[in-house]
């Protein structure tokens, strides 16, 4: 069974740029959550979505970010315009039932120049 | 200090010694949750242990909760330099759902 996944690994975009992020999670995942690592920080949560819905974005910085989850599948993470302090590691996590063990992805290493 | 405090921030010992790191938390808790990291790469999940449980094993892993301390332990037994990685604790508080995160330990494993 393939894990989670996530595109690209890497990102450098200039200050002011657009960058979306794509999460694949585990097959038949219904819980979806994206967290971030700014440098020399503690792993964040972002947000968490049931299927297509947001359940809790309490942890989104500002509407410079935007989550969709179209059709409770994949979902993506836009950040535009992005700044320099949107640099780091954004990570995304899936579980089949809440309150279960989150599986990890690899990462996106975003780097805001 | 924060949410998933974990002491300490780095330990260095020999391969075949016992590592363990202590995790601290605020809040009420479902479950804690204790993951590895190698440089670079994701997180890897270890081991899940309830807020009714008391200790856990799992291979060369133990992992204990004291929730009137509200604290956890990993124990990592007979350590190879495989085991060299950074070490999270996270917390699963009660009525949410998304992980709270300690800043990790960076064990380093000499061969």
């Known amino acids: 069974e393939a894990g989670v996944t996530q595109f690209p690994s890497h990102s450098v975009i200039e200050k002011g740029q657009t960058v979306t992020l794509r999460c694949d999670p585990i097959s038949g995942h219904d819980n979806l959550y994206w967290y971030r690592r700014v440098m020399g920080k503690e792993i964040k949560f972002l947000l968490h979505f049931v299927k297509e819905s947001k359940q809790d974005e309490s942890g989104m910085p500002n509407n410079r970010f935007l989550a969709e989850r179209t059709g409770g599948t994949y979902s993506t993470l836009k950040v535009q315009p992005a700044e320099l302090e949107d640099s780091g590691v954004y990570f995304c996590a899936s579980s089949q039932e809440v309150g279960t063990t989150q599986y990890f992805g690899p990462g996106t290493r975003l780097t805001v120049l | 200090s924060q949410q998933g405090e974990e002491d300490p921030q780095a330990l260095s010992i020999q391969e075949g010694e016992n590592a363990t790191m202590n995790c601290s938390y605020k809040?009420?808790?479902?479950?804690l949750q204790w993951y590895r990291q190698n440089s670079g790469r994701g997180l890897v999940h270890l081991i899940l242990?309830?807020?009714?449980?008391r200790e856990k094993h799992s291979g060369r892993l133990r992992v204990t909760l004291d929730t009137s301390k509200k604290s956890s332990s990993l124990l990592i037994t007979a350590s190879r330099a495989a085991d060299t990685a950074s070490y999270f604790c996270?917390?699963?508080?009660?009525?949410?759902?998304?992980?709270?995160f300690g800043s990790g330990t960076r064990l380093q494993v000499q061969p």
């Open positions: 996270a917390t699963v508080d009660t009525g949410r759902r998304a992980l709270t």
């Open positions: 242990i309830r807020s009714n449980e």
């Open positions: 809040t009420s808790i479902n479950n």
